[in-house]
């Protein structure tokens, strides 16, 4: 075929050998059949920020870090170069989530580089040597969803214990390998640690999968996994080899609001003095201005 022009610097370069074919064409990315040597790989060239149609939503770059000051200011007053900054910052977030998840043993597409926005990874394979489908396309006996989705959260463990959510894991970000599931597509990669919506979105995948296992192997829809493997979590007890049993005892314990609201109205009238010391030009500390409202408080 023809060979792409974001793909002929890997041909010049060496890094690949031949285009065979467009494997697919999707919101983010194209992804083409590649030959190395004596090898099929994958490359995905993934399209420039105006010509996609997943928005690079706050809610999942929250708690990325970025350790260049000057980069950091840029990308938050979006200035032309912080925008630039943020569009190469968000490529690189699936190449460095590929690498961290393959050193963890997590089953994903083996990386080989990253150069001018496109992606060289490997070529996932079926039993019979074509490509892989994706789950959304197969249909899964009860023997094979119970080992799949089982498969499916143990690699989420190992992702969460590397400080990893995936974000958008679905029947469609999982192909169905010889070797079984392997996760894909990973640019909205959200940090366990650092991300308000980590627990919701966790929560979310685990549930996507068991809803999908579920429709071959009913009794999966029964399982809690996600909030069981977070509460491991949160308690620092989650280990790569952590057993689990599927089951979670929720909280039913009934919420104190006489003392909930005793609360909220403390921290209103915390901020109150603050905002009453700023507004006359002796605006302390913040340890100081807490100090001196607990001692009001006292008075009282």
């Known amino acids: ?10 041909l010049d370069d060496g890094l690949i050998d031949q285009v065979e074919a467009q494997l697919m ?14 090898e099929l790989r994958c ?4 399209k420039e920020a105006k010509q996609r149609s997943f928005k690079q939503a706050v809610q999942y770059q929250e708690g990325r870090r ?6 950091s200011r840029a990308m938050a007053k979006k200035t032309r170069y912080g925008q630039k900054e943020q569009e190469q910052a968000w490529l690189n977030a699936e190449v460095d989530a590929l690498y961290r998840l393959a050193a963890a043993d997590v089953r994903v597409p083996q990386p080989y580089g990253f150069i001018d926005g496109v992606l060289l ?3 996932i394979s079926d039993a019979e040597g074509l490509t892989a489908p994706r789950l959304d396309d197969v249909t899964l006996s009860v023997e094979e969803a119970r080992e799949y989705y089982e498969k499916i959260v143990r690699d989420v463990v190992k992702m969460l214990c590397a400080g990893l959510i995936h974000g958008d894991l679905s029947e469609f970000n999982v192909l169905l390998a010889a070797d079984g599931p392997v996760i894909i597509d990973l640019p909205q ?4 640690a650092g991300n308000n919506s980590a627990e919701m979105m966790f ?8 809803r999908y296992f579920g429709r071959f192997a009913p009794e999966l829809l029964a399982t809690d996994y996600g909030k069981e493997i977070w509460a491991l979590y949160e308690a620092g007890e989650l280990h790569p080899e952590s057993q689990l049993t599927g089951c979670f005892e929720h909280d039913t314990s009934t919420v104190d609001v006489d003392e909930l609201m005793t609360v909220i109205d403390d921290v209103r009238e915390e901020e109150a003095y603050r905002q009453g010391a700023r ?3 002796d605006e302390p500390g913040v340890e100081e201005a807490a100090e001196e409202w607990q001692e009001s408080q006292r008075e009282r």
Not at 1 to 10: A, D, H, S, W
Not at 43 to 46: E, G
């Open 121 to 123: 990874m490997e070529m």
């Open 189 to 192: 990669a959200v940090d366990a």
């Open 203 to 210: 929560e979310r995948d685990v549930d996507n999968m068991r």
């Open 66 to 71: 970025e350790r260049n000051s000057r980069r």
């Open 279 to 281: 507004d006359r030009g």
């Open 25 to 38: 064409s999707g919101k983010e990315a194209q992804v083409y059949v590649v030959r190395s040597g004596d």
């Open 43 to 46: 490359a995905k060239v993934f």
């Open 1 to 10: 075929m023809k060979v792409p022009k974001r793909l002929q610097p890997l």
